[in-house]
């Protein structure tokens, strides 16, 4: 189903509990004869309300944690005595009256977490005083695997809270198919990174070394310059926290690349750097620009290419910050260009240009891809435009 059909439910839903319900259930707290609008209307913004507050705790998935956090919102979405949550296994939380039913829920709701239908019992309680009489049990269902179930508890049979629980556990079932996307996302991200550490190529890490090993007797203070600067790009490009950085961080563990490179070209590589302080505190994606800046050397000296010289800039453009990366090098045919960022170009071809263009796409949306100017012979020009503020994308 797409995130349209889920929405639209989730507001259809909403709207039935509103309306529905108004008359029977128990909210968090009491109407007061100062709140404007209808009864209904205030019934509808009451569980829209509820229904935000339980969402947070869901998005990190069915757990104990989530369930607890989650289970007292639910509860008052469908204002029944009692409800129950688990998982495949164990009950992951209880609230309301009669804890002790907790004891058996496993046994009750075996079957349905093996079938994967709606079930309704009697709880046979043999305390006189217990008000939980009748249970209805809805699975918990993500890409039609049973990840467990929720259960609402009341006096008696009700057609209603059977129909609103069905309504409530498909709303919780969106959620957390929402938390499963989180976590395949920050996986494919962890994987995407992994596949731009592993293009660190062995051939820049030896020759690295072998320019510091050419310093050692001739210049010890120039060596050991450069085996800080390898030491701290090596640690910034497989550090193993934050799916962002900072520009400011960025550029010095490119400005750290550089000077590797420069120490094995020496002349042959002039490099200028323009940067606008104002775009220093700007979030983006962790390994972002340092793949384009070796696309740049390696372009740029690629060949009987005697020298070259890469420019990159970083500065404010109003909402954003414009970073633009150029070389005088060899160039790329557009077409082939074209096949790289569709993918077609191998999977030794272009690895870094493809996963940086996507990563923007996924976390800036389509308009945020890579503008990238070039032909044979012509050099190549790439720049990459980033939000000053996005939801969701802070430096670490």
Not at 78 to 104: K, M, N, S, Y
Not at 250 to 263: C, G, K, M, P, T
Request: aromatic share 6%; hydrophobic share 40%.
């Amino acid at each position: 189903m797409t995130g349209a059909g889920y929405a639209v439910i989730v507001l259809l839903g909403a709207l039935l509990f509103g309306a529905g319900l108004l008359s029977g259930r128990r909210t968090a707290r009491p109407v007061r004869t100062s709140d404007v609008g209808t009864p209904v209307e205030h019934a509808t913004f009451e569980t829209l309300h509820t229904a935000s507050l339980a969402a947070p705790p869901l998005r990190a998935g069915l757990t104990e944690d989530s369930a607890r956090k989650s289970a007292r919102r639910l509860r008052s979405l469908l204002g029944t005595d009692a409800l129950c949550l688990t998982d495949r296994e164990r009950t992951l939380v209880w609230d309301g009256e009669g804890g002790h039913h907790g004891e058996h829920v496993m046994e009750q709701v075996a079957e349905l977490l093996a079938s994967g239908r709606d079930t309704a019992f009697r709880s046979d309680c043999d305390d006189l005083d217990c008000p939980l009489r009748w249970a209805v049990a809805v699975p918990l269902t993500v890409d039609h695997r049973v990840l467990g179930a929720l259960i609402a508890y009341a006096p008696r049979e009700s057609a209603v809270l059977a129909r609103a629980a069905g309504e409530v556990a498909r709303w919780v079932c969106v959620q957390l198919e929402l938390a499963e996307l989180d976590r395949s996302r920050t996986q494919l991200i962890e994987a995407e990174i992994r596949a731009l550490r592993a293009q660190i190529s062995p051939h820049f890490i030896f020759n690295s070394l072998a320019a510091i090993a050419s310093f050692v007797r001739t210049d010890p203070e120039q060596a050991r310059e450069l085996l800080l600067e390898f030491a701290d790009f090596t640690r910034y490009s497989f550090r193993s926290h934050g799916d962002f950085t900072t520009l400011a961080d960025e550029l010095h563990s490119i400005d750290q690349y550089l000077a590797l490179v420069r120490a094995r070209f020496g002349e042959r590589l002039a490099v200028t750097l323009q940067v606008g302080p104002e775009v220093l505190p700007v979030a983006l994606p962790f390994l972002c620009l340092q793949p384009l800046v070796e696309n740049a050397v390696k372009h740029g000296l690629e060949g009987a290419v005697t020298s070259s010289r890469i420019t990159i800039s970083a500065l404010d453009a109003g909402s954003e910050a414009e970073v633009v990366i150029e070389d005088d090098g060899i160039g790329m045919d557009p077409e082939r260009l074209r096949h790289i960022l569709r993918g077609e170009g191998g999977k030794s071809t272009g690895v870094g240009l493809l996963n940086v263009d996507e990563r923007l796409r996924q976390v800036y949306g389509d308009d945020y891809g890579l503008v990238i100017e070039t032909g044979i012979g012509a050099g190549m020009r790439i720049t990459v435009r980033l939000p000053k503020y996005r939801a969701g994308v802070h430096g670490s």
